[in-house]
């Protein structure tokens, strides 16, 4: 069953230096019991995509067009009171900056407790004994439920908004980079953690990362974006092994070597788009090596590729991934 659906999503801010489409008719959907991520360079809109879902956009942000649905219900039209009881119950958050979502002056585990109380009739008491056992539950000495933020380290912290995510034991968790900025080991840890809690308490995740290889490990599908756009979906191994839009191929370092500047391309050189204008033809296509007249001027959709169970937005999709098969084979 698709727990979260997201249909022809676009996303606006209004700035000072004018409009800015950050978020271009994106789709993708989320069933029952799968860890999906959201991949692709900065500013590609992963983290405006998950505000939109939640509905934590700033004033100045508009959804412009776009269906979001939680197991068929509609979450554009919420109250403000329906939202409340959603997030955290239904839908937890781990924000891109685990230091925004605590209030450093009040004790971690006293903003564990409520969060519960605020949604769970439970005395104080159960209340604490709960906050204990989440601490246990993401690696946290349960001893220092009542320091305060600033106590712990950024690895910790992390961990304390993993714990008040899981409080209510929601069926959709929604970690954004969720590990960015923490030293390798503690990411593993961290990684491990949401998963392991994850297969305890049966709910899907929608893990927005850059990180290819924490994809790899973690996720069963994932959706590649740039410039607000969808590039590439499907399954992670598929994706991964048989990366077929040019963008991901880039993100992969793995541009086939085409001329004497392939060198150049391997990590996906060039700014990102501007988001300035709605695009008019493929966003990749003034940093792609496989571009091609008509990807100036017309927007690719993004397709199925037959027998593959992958989407891709390309007009070059089937000579791009010729090309990046041979390269392959010549390199074996
Ligand atoms: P990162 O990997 O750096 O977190 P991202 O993929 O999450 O990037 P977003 O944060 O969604 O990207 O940003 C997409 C675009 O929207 C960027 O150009 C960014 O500058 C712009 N943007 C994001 N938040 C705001 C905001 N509050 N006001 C105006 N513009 C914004
Ligand atoms: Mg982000």
């Not at 009171?81 to 450093?104: C, N």
């Not at 839009?245 to 060198?263: H, I």
Request: charged letters at 25%; glycine letters at 6%; hydrophobic letters at 35%.
């Amino acid at each position: 069953m698709t727990l979260l659906d997201v249909d022809d999503l676009s996303v606006r801010y209004d700035t000072r230096e004018g409009p800015l489409h950050s978020v271009n008719g994106i789709s993708f959907g989320i069933d029952d019991g799968i860890n999906y991520a959201l991949s692709g360079e900065s500013a590609s809109g992963k983290s405006t995509t998950a505000k939109a879902i939640l509905g934590l956009l700033p004033d100045h942000a508009e959804i412009e067009s776009g269906a979001i649905e939680f197991e068929g219900r509609d979450l554009r039209s919420l109250t403000p009171s329906e939202r409340q009881d959603l997030l955290w119950e239904e839908i937890a958050f781990i924000p891109q900056t685990a230091i925004d979502a605590l209030d450093p002056v009040m004790t971690a585990g006293a903003q564990i407790r409520q969060a519960i109380q605020t949604h769970r009739e439970l005395s104080e008491r159960n209340a604490r004994r709960r906050a204990r056992e989440l601490f246990e539950m993401v690696g946290l000495d349960p001893d220092r439920v009542d320091d305060y933020p600033h106590q712990f380290s950024g690895g910790m912290r992390q961990r304390v908004v993993i714990a008040m995510a899981l409080a209510l034991d929601p069926k959709l968790i929604i970690a954004d980079e969720p590990t960015t900025g923490l030293d390798v080991v503690v990411q593993d840890k961290i990684i491990d953690n949401i998963l392991q809690i994850q297969e305890e308490t049966d709910s899907s995740l929608l893990l927005i990362t850059h990180d290819l290889s924490v994809i790899a490990e973690t996720c069963d599908e994932m959706s590649v974006m740039y410039g607000g756009k969808i590039m590439e979906q499907g399954r992670v191994e598929n994706l991964l092994l048989n990366p077929t839009n040019p963008y991901t191929m880039g993100l992969k370092n793995a541009f086939p070597a085409l001329d004497d500047d392939a060198d150049d391309l391997v990590s996906v050189p060039g700014k990102p788009p501007s988001l300035g204008t709605e695009p008019t033809g493929c966003v990749f296509e003034p940093r792609c090596p496989f571009s091609s007249e008509e990807c100036a001027t017309t927007e690719p959709d993004v397709e199925t590729i037959p027998y593959r169970n992958q989407r891709v937005a390309c007009h070059n999709a089937d000579r791009a991934a010729r090309i990046r098969q041979e390269a392959d084979d010549a390199s074996r």
